[in-house]
């Protein structure tokens, strides 16, 4: 047979020689050693734009390669030859070709559909005499193999193996040639819409394998549990092919059971007491061995693997494991690497299950295709759930005018196979995982019965997890096709609103918090529902990393480029960057934020003691250390640890073995669950639960004695002290224009008001900007009305007058004391609003004085509706580093709750700043300066210090980046008359 260039578009046509899915595990021979070796590494590599500009023949054993490049394998193609084989491509839900050329299904592109040519050579091991085949474990999207010139075989479905055998055309000696043409679009295209980067290559490795006269084809172990969980029976079943005869044995703990082989399949049984059971919180795990022996009892082939036991089930409309309501509490993960894209390493993912784990993250969604092997690997070992996601997502197919009617797969016949075929893959491949718990029919999809009859599949073949898909919402002719109801960015209100009315099936939010930017604002509102209903069984956040890539800009500067910046076109640009990690892995603050909210725990101090309430399914908060602290004025004074038992679902008190003094300060008592031993994911004393209590005790005032002058100037008012003097101009500025501290000037910039933020994307999906226009402009172009002072000999009071932009009014009220103490104090005189992005003042300082100190929360940034990851305490950071590198600099870095703050150079030298709890923001931009900015790179030079102060700030919001706002009480209302105020004064220096 010959390859034929029809079957890119040919739906039914997905495989061609493909050797049947199986588990994936390790073979080894007799001696021990791998029955694989490894084909990855340089590869000669050919570019071409069009199948048709591609050497046709270059598979020919005498075809000369010599002169090629070389491309690595794993890798993408995009990715390497510094541009010289294309742009990786990012679009959402719209095809990539889309505007370009017009396509209908099963088309591919015809002007642009890149193909690579690969060329290896390889030898056979002298040791093997079986069969010669060979596994790639990732080609997107479609890729036909050569061997020594004979067609091999032709595959679709970039995220699982596929297996050929090339025993009838290898040379058993010398050299062979290895030949494999991958092309970019295929009709798997229309089937692979995912909202990530289209690229295109062999991006997960490739091995030759042999196998044994009798092979282990297959393995499916099942781990099973007695009804009340007391007992367990390991159950292996063998499918064989070869000779099949000898035995098989199965290995457990020490134990062995055997098997005379006789034929194709065979059964192993071994029983185990009281097994550990399987979970996220304690993933016990069983090591097994199965062994092929031939009819002379040599050993033929081994195989190792873990076991987990654990039951998942749906029990009276609940998902249960091991007998107990599951909680998720999960994040959505695209495999990434910035350099590598979805050719990601083991280091990537070990790094993703630890931070996860360390995260209080006890489940992943594979969205949306099956990953690496390797991690669910992982995932058994370190625990995490698993809802394992078939390479399905045709998006595009239903946003178009005819919707529904045009929807891929739908109802279609031609395309069912292609769909079964890749749930096929999927199930056979990680059937074996303890961590997989779901299977899931891919991301929007839309309905239909292709997809029900996926369902089907996968219930029927695998009875012991549930079936997933979220597509029922859109499409509700075939309800059975879930098993949960699964919803995306469905706000929390609602939810409960649809549980009310349609409690039958377990819920989940198989997205929701979607974490673009500055994001993920009251999640809480959504983690709090899975405490009070019984159906709402958790989500998983959108999403967990930025899919940015390391590219020059062009200043020549390395950076993180996300869509468009390739010139690829169509893009949907910085849509691409959800996640609560940056693309080069260091954390964003969400991260912060979900691990409040995930936490097992809720810890609730008080001034006598500490409440805990273990909402864990299985582990006794005893196995913790509870660190129990008191602080004062964010300096720990105290500190005790003990021991609480809290079972799961009980609550447990503990006396707080100090008493919180009356005296003034502020207080704090923090109390944390602390790992008590290493874990594998985190070292001792990794707090995976906290609470606060917080107290503030006011000390009364001393009024302030020291001298202070008021100098009445034509065009400025001076106010003078011992260490200080300040100056408002009344002229067109109209502001305080200096103050200086022990003879050095603090301010660059003269004060202004300040309404506005820095739009984040949510904001601007939201509409913002056009909802609160008026307020752009109010704090750039106020100008002074009136001003006039007055004195009483120990504070001179300053009144300025400003009209607004837009008809309103604000005053400003300066109450200098002699000890160049500045209470400020802004009034709105405006009508009252429903919302403003920030009502406060703004300070700019000169670029030295960038170190902030302040006592409010933290210790990373927060927003009226972002504390669920922060607490009450004394902390720091650098101005000049404080905005966070989204894709589209925004809003980003302030701080809430604040009581007092230093805003100091080096030497400790600054302003000092306090107040009753308000927002805190240091950046060396203005807001209008990073607005302006819509890469990193565009910001201007960092040459000054931008102090807000502000009663209040606008929430982040999350629930979306298409409309959702932050929620009503997380909007700065202003009544007239709304009055902030705070001080300001110099510190440090010499005496
Ligand atoms: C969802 C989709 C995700 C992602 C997200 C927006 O609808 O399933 O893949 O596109 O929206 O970031």
Redesign the pocket.
């Known amino acids: 047979m010959e390859f034929d260039p029809k079957w890119l578009t040919d739906p039914q046509v997905f495989q061609v020689n493909r050797l049947p899915a199986h588990a994936s595990y390790m073979v080894r021979g007799a001696d021990g050693a791998p029955l694989e070796q490894t084909l990855d590494g340089a590869w000669k590599f050919f570019y071409a734009q069009t199948p048709g500009a591609s050497p046709q023949e270059f598979y020919r054993e005498g075809y000369d390669v010599s002169g090629w490049d070389e491309i690595a394998v794993p890798g993408y193609i995009q990715l390497q030859g510094g541009g010289k084989y294309g742009t990786p491509h990012y679009v959402?839900?719209q095809y990539p070709w889309d505007g370009h050329e017009r396509l209908e299904p099963p088309a591919v592109p015809e002007r642009y559909n890149p193909v690579g040519c690969y060329v290896r050579g390889f030898a056979v091991p002298q040791s093997w005499d079986g069969p010669v085949c060979v596994r790639f474990d990732g080609v997107e999207t479609a890729f036909a193999v050569w061997c020594n010139g004979v067609f091999i075989g032709y595959s679709e479905d970039s995220f699982t193996p596929a297996e050929f055998d090339l025993t009838p055309a290898v040379h058993r000696d010398g050299e062979n040639r290895l030949a494999v043409r991958v092309y970019r679009f295929s009709s798997a295209s229309w089937l692979e819409d995912?909202?990530f980067w289209r690229m295109s290559g062999i991006f997960r490795s490739v091995a030759l394998f042999t196998k044994a006269q009798t092979h282990l084809a297959d393995l499916w172990v099942k781990p099973q549990l007695s009804e009340d969980l007391a007992a367990g029976t390991l159950r292996a079943e063998l499918k064989l092919e070869g000779m099949c005869v000898g035995e098989a044995t199965l290995t457990l703990d020490g134990k062995t059971v055997l098997a005379p082989v006789t034929g194709g399949h065979a059964v192993l049984e071994l029983p185990v007491e009281r097994p550990r059971l399987w979970s996220a919180e304690a993933p016990e795990l069983y090591t097994y061995e199965v062994t092929l022996t031939d009819a002379a009892g040599h050993l033929l082939e081994t195989v190792r693997g873990k076991a987990g036991f654990r039951r998942f089930e749906l029990r009276d409309g609940l998902m249960l494991l091991n007998g107990r309501r599951i909680v998720f509490k999960g994040v959505n993960r695209h495999e990434w690497n910035c350099r590598t894209g979805r050719a990601v390493t083991m280091e990537d993912m070990v790094s993703d299950v630890r931070a996860m784990k360390q995260n209080n993250i006890n489940a992943v969604r594979t969205?949306?295709y099956p990953n690496r092997t390797e991690w669910y690997d992982l995932c058994d070992e370190y625990g995490l759930y698993v809802i394992d996601e078939t390479n399905l997502e045709t998006h595009g197919t239903w946003q178009r005018p005819d919707g529904a009617e045009s929807a891929l797969p739908g109802d279609r016949p031609e395309w069912l196979g292609a769909v079964l075929d890749r749930a096929n893959s999927m199930l056979q491949r990680d059937k074996n995982h303890a961590s997989v718990l779901i299977w899931s029919c891919g991301?929007?999809s839309f309905g239909g019965r292709d997809i029900y009859e996926m369902s089907r599949f996968f219930r029927e073949t695998d009875p012991t997890r549930l079936v997933h898909y979220e597509g029922v919402f859109h499409d509700r002719r075939y309800p059975d096709t879930s098993d949960m109801e699964s919803q995306?960015y469905t706000p929390a209100a609602d939810v409960a609103a649809f549980l009310e009315k349609h409690p039958e099936k377990p819920f989940i939010m198989c997205?929701y918090m979607?974490a673009?930017g500055n994001s993920c604002g009251a999640m809480d509102r959504y983690t709090r529902m899975t405490d009070v209903i019984p159906q709402y069984q958790g989500g998983f956040i959108?999403d967990w990393v930025d899919q940015g890539i390391e590219t020059d800009n062009c200043l020549g500067e390395r950076c993180l480029a996300c869509g468009g910046d390739f010139g690829d076109r169509p893009s949907d640009f910085e849509?691409v960057g959800?996640g609560l990690l940056f693309a080069d892995r260091t954390p964003t603050p969400k991260l912060a934020q979900a691990k409040g909210c995930y936490q097992d725990f809720d810890i609730l101090p008080d001034e006598t003691g500490v409440t805990v309430k273990n909402k864990s399914l299985f582990t006794d908060t005893a196995d913790y250390v509870l660190l129990v602290e008191l602080t004062k004025n964010g300096a720990r004074v105290k500190s005790s640890e003990c021991s609480l038992q809290a079972v799961p679902g009980e609550t447990a008190r503990a006396e707080l073995p100090f008493a919180v003094p009356q005296a003034p300060g502020e207080y704090t008592v923090d109390a944390s669950l602390c790992l008590r031993e290493n874990a594998r994911w985190a070292a001792k004393g990794h707090c995976v639960a906290f609470g606060q209590w917080h107290i503030s005790r006011k000390a009364p005032e001393k009024p302030c004695t020291l001298p202070v002058t008021l100098v009445e100037g034509d065009c400025n008012i001076g106010v003078h002290g011992r260490d200080f003097s300040l100056l408002f101009t009344k002229n067109a500025q109209g502001s305080v224009i200096s103050y200086r501290w022990k003879g050095r000037e603090l301010l660059q910039r003269p004060i202004a008001l300040n309404f506005w933020r820095a739009p984040t994307d949510n904001d601007t999906a939201a509409g913002m900007e056009l909802a609160h226009l008026p307020f752009k402009t109010a704090g750039l172009y106020a100008k002074l009305r009136r001003a006039k002072a007055e004195t009483d000999g120990t504070s001179v009071r300053i009144h300025a007058k400003y009209a607004l932009p837009g008809g309103a009014r604000a005053n400003v009220t300066y109450t200098i004391t002699g000890d160049g103490k500045v209470e400020a104090a802004l009034k709105w005189k405006g009508k009252a609003v429903e919302s403003v992005p920030e009502f406060g003042l703004m300070l700019t300082l000169p670029a030295e004085y960038r170190n902030v100190a302040y006592y409010g929360m933290g210790p990373g940034e927060t927003y009226s509706d972002f504390t669920s990851g922060a607490h009450m305490g004394l902390f720091g950071f650098d101005a000049h580093t404080a905005l966070q590198p989204y894709f589209n600099p925004q809003e980003s870095g302030a701080r809430t709750g604040v009581q007092a703050a230093a805003v100091t150079d080096a030497a400790g030298f600054g302003l000092c700043l306090a107040g009753n709890g308000f927002m805190l923001s240091a950046l060396p931009y203005t807001p209008h300066e990073v607005e302006n900015a819509r890469r990193q790179y565009e910001l201007p030079p960092k040459v000054k210090t931008v102090v807000r102060c502000a009663k209040g700030q606008l929430g982040v919001a999350g629930d979306n980046?298409w409309g959702a706002g932050p929620h009503a009480e997380y909007h700065v209302a202003l009544e007239k008359g709304e009055t902030f105020r705070f001080t300001f004064g110099g510190m440090g220096g010499n005496g």
């Open positions: 959402n839900t995912q909202d969205s949306h991301n929007e995306m997205e979607h673009m959108w849509f959800n980046t």
